[in-house]
């Protein structure tokens, strides 16, 4: 667990810059693909609190892209932080807290999407389900579905439980590497539809929900 004192407010736009800038110039089509579109969802903030079992409490911030491109193809970023024990002062403008979980997860498949009939400025998107992710966790490591290796399999091998104390998983070490179709299987999500402005490049929150084992 990483110990820092910012202020949070520079801190998430950091990590919200951050990722958009990595989200466009990693995610993209076919070589000759052009970009027809970027949207940006709002933030979302999620708060757990694990007391009085556990003494300790989660804020997670979320924030989605979409870039779509002519070939019918596109990259959905969903990047994550989260933090515990996050102590906001009221006088100032410091904040304390402990850095937990970082990610940003990019998923890659193809689209069909059409004008809303209702409003013109609306574009309708039916996002079929992805065939690539590729995903940094924490900065500790990452795994690309298109570019598989042991190392990846290793780290992403199914947990046999979790930590009470601290939340983290617990991997025994008999359990065999994972393999890219598996982590596809157990990652990837449902085909969805989602909905952007075109004029105003935001996009509506989008519901991904994976298929259950």
Known sequence: MKKFTKIITVAMMA?????????????????EAKV??????PAQMSYVNMRPQYNY?????????????????????VSSSTFSALELSESTNDAKGNERDNSIVKYYGTYTSAANELDEDLLDIELAKPTRIVKNVDGNYYVDTANWN???????????????????????????????????????F???SAQANAKKALLDWVKIEVEKA
């Open 150 to 188: 042991d190392t990846m399999g290793k780290n992403t091998r199914v947990p046999s439980g979790y930590d009470p104390s601290t939340g983290n998983p617990i991997i025994d070490e008999s359990t065999p590497n994972q393999t890219a179709e598996g982590y596809l299987k157990l990652n990837a």
């Open 57 to 77: 409490y989660l804020t997670t911030f979320t924030q989605q892209e979409l870039t779509l491109y002519d070939d019918g193809t596109y990259c959905l970023v």
């Open 36 to 41: 027809t579109g970027v949207y940006l969802s």
């Open 190 to 192: 449902k085909a969805v």
């Open 15 to 31: 990590v919200l810059g951050v990722a958009a800038c990595f989200a466009f110039g990693a995610c993209g089509g076919g070589a």
